[in-house]
């Protein structure tokens, strides 16, 4: 059976469009407003949300997700939490969605049972920053088993043969990153990352989505002339960052993300 995410791309491939994917960081400021944040997404145009798993070593997350962290780590909050609010969510919508995360709070599930748990609990894939492909086989087989997507990051400076590695293993998308470094708001995409998604279809027919720096209308509508899907991630909780204890928040992300996802 085809994953949601890959019934998603499909979808989005025979209407002749593109996907929008926003990432926000799952309990900024508390999993409520995650919840409600992520019907508003979805309300907005969202395709696939990327839900991040907020950490005390973010290596790969810039200022603005760092402290998006910082905030959701002031609560009692563990993966356990967040798939229980996932599901949840799985009572309203049937979105993809997918896990941003590290390897470490995954070890808590311990070297069986991870993918069953995801999946149970209604996530469809999963991106493990941290987790370099050479090393990631038994858990990419046991989430293949379960039916739970294993998403890959392909950067500038990965070589044919990386990139052709992970083509071999990954499912759902490819996550190509617009230019190496840490997340973070941008002027403008990197001119790297049109190449890069070009040597990447050459290895692999699943759909490519641009991430790292994507903050403005015309940067999702750029990386769509080239990829199958743009991923906002800074601007969104930069956003949720600027709301903080407004009753106005959902309602002021949910805006920013339509406004993202405006095609013309």
């Known amino acids: 059976m085809r994953s949601r995410i890959t019934e998603r791309f499909a979808r989005l491939r025979e209407a002749g469009r593109k996907a929008f994917i926003p990432f926000i960081t799952a309990g900024d400021p508390n999993l409520e407003t995650t919840e409600a944040l992520i019907h508003a997404l979805e309300e907005a145009g969202a395709d696939v949300i990327e839900l991040g798993v907020p950490f005390s070593d973010p290596m790969a997350d810039g200022p603005v997700i760092q402290r998006a962290s910082e905030r959701a ?23 993809p969605i997918v896990l941003f995360t590290y390897f470490n709070p995954l070890l808590q599930f311990g070297r069986e049972g991870v993918g069953e748990r995801l999946r149970r609990f209604g996530v469809d894939g999963v991106l493990v920053t941290d987790l370099i492909p050479e090393e990631a086989g038994p858990l990419s087989a046991e989430l293949r088993q379960a039916g739970v997507d294993m998403i890959f990051l392909v950067a500038p400076t990965s070589t044919d043969a990386r990139i052709r590695m ?11 990153l617009a230019r190496t470094g840490v997340t973070g708001v941008r002027a403008e995409v990197s001119g790297e990352a049109r190449a890069l998604v070009g040597r990447v279809r050459r290895e692999t027919g699943l759909p490519v989505a641009v991430g790292f720096g994507i ?5 999702v509508r750029e990386v769509w002339d080239y990829a199958d899907g743009a991923v906002v991630g800074s601007r969104l909780v930069l956003e949720i960052e600027g709301h903080l204890g407004s009753p ?12 993202l996802r405006q095609e013309t």
């Open 73 to 95: 780590l002031r609560q009692p909050l563990g993966v356990a939490e967040i798939l229980t609010m996932v599901d949840r969510v799985r009572g309203r919508t049937q979105v």
């Open 166 to 176: 992970i083509a071999e293993r990954a499912s759902g998308f490819v996550y190509v």
């Open 215 to 219: 903050s403005r209308p015309e940067h």
């Open 248 to 259: 106005e928040l959902v309602a002021r992300v949910g805006a920013l993300a339509r406004e």
